[in-house]
């Protein structure tokens, strides 16, 4: 939907090792959002982006930085990762207008 | 801050009509979305509402009423496929998108 990437779908990391995700948008929208997915949290917010180079904190943003150097890529970095990041990660991006917003299809880690 | 509520789960028949709850507090309220979630895949855009009423869209229908925090998700005609996860998200004045825990709906033949 709405031309979203995510990748890679599937990674296994190890305990203290960085790992980057990317979305990756096609149709040029300002907004852009990372969430973590967890049983019995929902979905949660990391970091969002308004724009090139603005960005900005979300609901667990501790441990995670983010990236928007062009308009079509956020990246999101985990500096250290640790087991508690273990999590299906999704990115998603709103239409200007307001009207939508949709996701990417996810990325599973597991931190071991 | 922002708290978002809606019920856990729910069961319904097929055929039947269900209506999922959604109420929230924000500071500055700038739009609501409703998701489905089967599992294991993404969530799906079903709604969005900023202004108050009903939005209807096929089988499903959204409402909202911003002065009393709260929103409803109607589903009409109960598919088997209907089952999954319904989300409720809100969008504050800082372009955060805050989701609820979701509502699991199960449906019965």
């Known amino acids: 939907d709405a031309g979203i990437t995510q990748s890679p779908r599937h990674k296994v990391t190890e305990t203290g090792t960085p790992v980057t995700l990317r979305c990756h948008q096609t149709e040029n929208h300002r907004y852009m959002y990372w969430y973590r997915q967890d049983p019995g949290h929902g979905l949660r917010l990391i970091h969002y982006s308004y724009g090139v180079k603005d960005t900005d904190k979300g609901e667990v943003s501790d441990g995670y930085s983010v990236s928007r150097s062009k308009t079509e890529d956020f990246l999101l970095t985990l500096e250290s990762a640790t087991s508690s990041q273990t999590s299906v990660y999704f990115c998603?991006?709103?239409?200007?207008?307001?009207?939508?917003?949709?996701f990417g299809q996810g990325t599973r880690l597991t931190v071991v | 801050g922002q708290n978002i509520d809606q019920p856990t789960e729910m069961t319904a028949t097929e055929g039947a009509i269900v209506q999922i709850n959604c109420t929230y507090q924000?500071?500055?309220?700038?739009?609501l979305f409703w998701y489905q979630q089967h599992a294991g895949e993404a969530p799906t855009f079903l709604s969005y509402n900023v202004l108050d009423g009903l939005e209807e869209k096929g089988r499903f229908s959204s409402f909202l009423s911003r002065s009393k925090g709260y929103s409803y998700l109607l589903l009409k005609e109960l598919q088997m496929k209907d089952s999954a996860s319904y989300l409720c998200a809100v969008m504050n004045r800082d372009d955060k998108i805050i989701f609820g825990k979701g509502t699991r709906l199960h449906i019965l033949p």
């Open positions: 998603a991006i709103r239409k200007t207008d307001n009207t939508e917003a949709f």
């Open positions: 924000t500071s500055g309220f700038n739009g």
